[in-house]
């Protein structure tokens, strides 16, 4: 998408794909239907979000609604006690015995053999693999939470925080609880690991956004001709490295649907990455995720017939190149090729 005689199209999200649940971790279902359009901001009519009254909440029909909503909180907060409390008190228990022995055999000089002994264990009787590399703590875990991998992993990750942090099997319990939970230190780690992989991360997580926004424009149904002088904010370092995407928008509000144009703007590609960054500020922090997102976009838009065929004919030469992100876990099938046999 080139700027061409001052005029850009224009661009609204596409319609959402399946999962509109803004979450932290992924499984391989979820992934299906990943969709990108979940995380960017829902266009709201400026006037029409004004109209409703005091008068209109107080309502008999919505105070009924709400009744009814009170004796549900009062359910949910037994629940809360009952079940989810008690609930997390017997998994933070579990996770700090597999966290102290999983110290022990970190702290023992056979440490070697017993992580081989559980991965040959875990292949030959339960057709469970493990990487030949695995710490303790990763084969001690999947050793006991067998069923679930997912889960299996996510515990890894926990461990794995509160060992960097030499937090004793005793303080475990509490040290997750004190954190927010597993979620929220996976939340935290994923934080973590995004700093430490740097610039690149980071350059990688700017260019899927944009590659998804850039998208939309094309795909948008809806255009417009503007006809007025575009601002180049950056003409003196015009080079390929500052080439826009967008042309940028600026108009006051005036009521209703009116709108008075300021002008219009070509940031350049540095000053856009800002902007690109805002609009993608909801999006996962994981590059990986975000690419899944964009593919499930582009064979979207591959299967609809109301887009040009030259569009439809490039998503699907560009789903059949691999993906450049790779999933991070911390627990991984191993490849038969890699087997190593004690």
Known sequence: MQLTNGAMKSSAPPPPMGSDMVIHEYNDKELETFDLSSFVISAVNKEKSTKTSAKDVRAQEVQKFLS??????????????????????????????????????????????????????????????????????????????????????????????????????????????????????????AVYLTKKKGDKYTKERTALIREYFELVGVSSKEDFTYKGEVLRHKADKETDAETSSFCVFVAHYVGGEEYKMVNANDLGRSYEDNLVKFMGKEFPSDPYVIEVGLRNFKRQLSLDESQPKALREAMVRQLAIPMRNKRIDVIEMEKPTHDIEA
């Open 68 to 189: 009814e909503g009170t004796d549900l909180h009062k359910l949910g907060e037994r629940y809360e006690v009952e079940v989810v409390e008690r609930g997390h008190k017997s998994l933070y228990e579990l996770l700090a015995s597999i966290y102290s022995l999983a110290q022990r055999i970190d702290d023992s000089p056979l440490k070697d053999k017993i992580v081989d002994a559980i991965r040959i264990e875990l292949k030959d009787n339960h057709s469970i693999k493990i990487l030949t590399n695995s710490t303790p703590i990763s084969a001690m875990v999947r050793y006991v939470i067998r069923a679930d991998k997912a889960n299996a992993s996510r515990y890894v990750k926990v461990l794995s925080v509160a060992r960097e942090e030499n937090i004793t099997a005793n303080e475990l319990a509490a040290y997750i609880t004190r954190r927010g939970g597993v979620s929220q230190i996976q939340e935290t780690e």
